[in-house]
């Protein structure tokens, strides 16, 4: 998805019986314009999991930077809130007992997980680390967490530090923007069995585009742009729900989205023709600067191609204003992977003009 005017990851709405309500933003994990898988879980009270969780332990303390004890902000259930800023952290310290698998479960089976429920206020993420005395700072990060707009729970695989962690139960949330922590808790998979049905789509209907579905249902590297103010209305097949059971919906999407520096329209006077510059950088691929200039508001095209004349990576699809824009090219496909060394061509078809240059990239 293409969210473009300073805009950031697309929102999904969800049909509650009468309208459609703001669940949260998906794709969250894309900042730096790399495709991602994005689950998240559809909820009618914004509350629940998909999966079931037991022993919830929350830590012991959970002091910030300068020391001081902020547990009673992380209580779950409470209407507080830690507001996270850059260079913050959090230090969570637990019971060593609570990294001990609990008994009658298979060790294989059981997995501890760091339960966060946060919420985004910038990019990029907070980031998950435990103790580490080889690391030059004493800490070792094992996952970078991208919250959404909105709180949700984020699960934080701990299934590998579970020794270490019984040694040192500590672990350290450090902010690399600003973020919103409303409580955290370690938790054990209960492993209650949870059936996963996937859902057909019935219908995918772009608000400009109209029928995509073809574009949304196959697994490619094909898709769908979607500009800021643009939505798509997805219908999927649901059977009923057994008796004596409940169910979640999870949905799963592939994608970017991309943020574009607005267009200067009072310098759309001055262009009289398409036109497309490069600026190479280093060389590496991951400096690329492309911008192109429309003298009038159209229909734009502009991607990435091999030598060999293969799609490589879209960059910008759909209708824009008169104007200068800038976009930046990370040396990535449409599948998020490093392309190789070589010849590669970037291609801008606006309206029924086309411009073409060539630009090298080395590794």
Do not use: M
């Not at 703001?22 to 794709?27: A, Y």
């Not at 080889?134 to 709180?151: D, L, T």
Request: some cysteine; glycine content about 10%.
């Amino acid at each position: 998805n293409n969210c473009g005017g300073g805009g950031g990851c697309p929102y999904v709405y969800v049909w509650n019986g009468s309208d459609f309500a703001q669940d949260n933003t998906i794709l969250s994990g894309s900042g730096d314009s790399s495709f991602v898988t994005d689950r998240i879980q559809l909820t009618r009270d914004g509350a629940g999991r998909l999966l079931t969780y037991r022993d919830q332990k929350e830590p012991l303390s959970v002091r910030d930077k300068v020391g001081a004890d902020v547990g009673t902000l992380l209580r779950t259930g409470t209407p507080d809130y830690y507001a996270g800023d850059v260079g913050d952290f959090l230090e969570l310290t637990f019971d060593p007992g609570d990294f001990v698998r609990p008994l009658g479960k298979v060790s294989e089976h059981c997995t501890g997980e760091l339960n966060q429920n946060n919420r985004q206020k910038a990019e990029p993420s907070i980031r998950v680390q435990v103790p580490d005395s080889a690391a030059a700072s004493g800490w070792r990060e094992i996952e970078a967490v991208h919250p959404r707009e909105n709180f949700s729970s984020h699960i934080t695989d701990l299934s590998g530090e579970l020794d270490n962690l019984r040694a040192d139960p500590r672990i350290r949330l450090f902010w690399t923007a600003k973020h919103d922590l409303a409580d955290v808790s370690f938790v054990w998979d209960s492993q209650d069995p949870v059936v996963v049905e996937t859902l057909q789509v019935r219908s995918a209907t772009h608000s400009v585009l109209k029928n995509v579905s073809d574009n949304l249902t196959e697994v490619d590297e094909s898709g769908v742009v979607l500009e800021t103010g643009e939505s798509i209305l997805l219908t999927f097949d649901a059977p009923p729900v057994p008796s004596g059971k409940t169910r979640d919906f999870l949905l799963v999407s592939r994608g970017l989205y991309q943020t574009y520096d607005n267009p200067d329209p009072s310098k759309a006077a001055d262009l009289t023709d398409v036109s497309l510059s490069i600026w190479q950088g280093d060389g590496s691929g991951s400096s690329l600067t492309i911008s192109y200039g429309l003298p009038s508001n159209t229909s734009t095209q502009l991607d990435v191609y091999s030598v060999q004349g293969r799609l490589v990576r879209t960059l910008a699809s759909g209708p824009k204003l008169a104007g200068r824009y800038t976009i930046q090219w990370n040396g990535q496909n449409q599948s998020g992977e490093r392309v190789g060394s070589g010849i590669y061509f970037v291609r801008l078809k606006a309206g029924g003009e086309i411009v073409t240059k060539k630009t090298v990239v080395l590794r």
